[in-house]
């Protein structure tokens, strides 16, 4: 049986996703029914100012708990997370904070009998042994980044909880997020964010990746449209839970700087790939995303040449105005 989600706590709040999807959150169950949370705060953002705001660590698992209490939460997404380039350069923190973080998310929701917890995944969970094009949804797992390894652990743990404790538990295995409202937090795809800021702030990018690198991208709108409908999806029609493959766009950092080109005719790119390439060069071109698609009717709005059009003309209001 799936049960409403009424009273809701988003962890990592004031990043990347987490900012636009409690935004969405707040539309959806109105503003006094999300708690924003993250381990540090913002006073300009209307995550802090337009709702109710608690600043949590995820690895603290007493305050997890007081926080789900005293809050009366029965919903949580738990989008606090150390990213794939982060993780690398301190793979101690990465395990503590996904796993750890995790681990007092799930407990925390099997004591208090929540109704629903999301908890993403990435396309960080494949790895060099799988198969890179059209990769399929049961597959070959070994990755090869620390974040990686937390990714597939966490899909792993999700699907333990489902199966022993009958908490309902989703996922979906994120590609790489596009978007203008918030900078993303130190992942391997963000050269495709910085590519857009740089061609309105100052005409060229250096970007990190090579030209031909073709990852597995998902624009904003359609994060938050996936994310949503696989929470509010019956839970009953779900043969996966917490590892979704879902897919969008397949494109090149060379596609990309193409696509602005056609707004921005003089943008220039070079190409200097640093240590970020031998993670991506682990990583699917694209995802075969049928399950999604049959299982909670996964459907993407966004092709690259919409989400150029959208994403320049947001950040010319955002950078210029
Ligand atoms: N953005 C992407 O392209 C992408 C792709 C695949 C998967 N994902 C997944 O989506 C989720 C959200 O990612 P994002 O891009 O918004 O990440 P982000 O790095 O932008 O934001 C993560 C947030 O977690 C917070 N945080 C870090 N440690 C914390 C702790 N101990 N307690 C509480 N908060 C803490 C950070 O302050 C930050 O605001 C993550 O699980 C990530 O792995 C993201």
């Known amino acids: 049986m799936t049960r409403k989600i009424t009273r ?37 953002s209307p995550v802090v100012t337009g709702g109710p705001w608690v600043v949590l660590d995820v690895t603290d698992p007493e305050t997890v708990e007081k926080t789900i209490v005293d809050n009366r939460i029965d919903s949580i ?42 908890i993403p995944s990435s396309i960080a969970a494949f790895g060099p042994e799988t198969p890179r094009y059209n990769t399929p ?20 743990l999700c699907d ?50 090579k030209k031909d690198t073709m990852l597995p991208m998902m624009y904003m709108p359609d994060c938050i449209k996936a994310t949503m409908n696989l929470a509010e999806a019956d839970f009953d029609d779900l043969v996966h839970y917490s590892d979704f493959n879902v897919g ?27 240590y970020r390439q031998a993670i991506a060069d682990t990583w699917p071109t694209g995802v075969d995303d049928s399950a999604a698609r049959e299982e909670w009717g996964w459907q993407s709005d966004w092709d690259l040449e919409s989400m150029t059009e959208d994403m320049l003309r947001k950040l010319r209001m955002k950078l210029l105005f």
């Open 77 to 118: 997404f738990h989008m606090a997370a150390i990213l794939s380039a982060t993780g690398e350069k301190n793979p101690q923190l990465c395990w503590k904070v996904n796993m750890d973080g995790t681990l007092n998310i799930l407990e925390t929701a099997r004591r208090n009998n929540l109704a629903r917890v999301v």
């Open 160 to 209: 333990y909880y489902v199966r022993k404790y009958d908490l309902d538990v989703r996922g979906l295995r994120y590609p790489g997020i596009i978007s203008s409202e918030t900078l993303p937090g130190g992942g391997t795809t963000d050269y495709a964010v910085e590519i857009y800021y740089k061609a309105i702030e100052e005409g060229r990018y250096t970007c990190f990746v």
């Open 248 to 274: 969008a766009l397949s494109v090149t950092a060379g596609d990309i700087a193409e696509s602005i080109r056609k707004h921005i005719p003089d943008f220039e790119v070079d190409y200097e790939p640093d």
């Open 8 to 44: 809701v706590l988003v962890t990592g709040a004031l990043g990347q996703i987490g900012s636009e999807l409690t935004d969405e959150l707040r539309e959806r169950y109105g503003r006094d029914n999300v708690v924003a949370s993250d381990i540090r705060s913002d006073e300009s």
């Open 137 to 156: 949804q049961e597959t070959i797992l070994r990755p090869k980044t620390i974040y990686g390894v937390t990714k597939v652990s966490g899909e792993l």
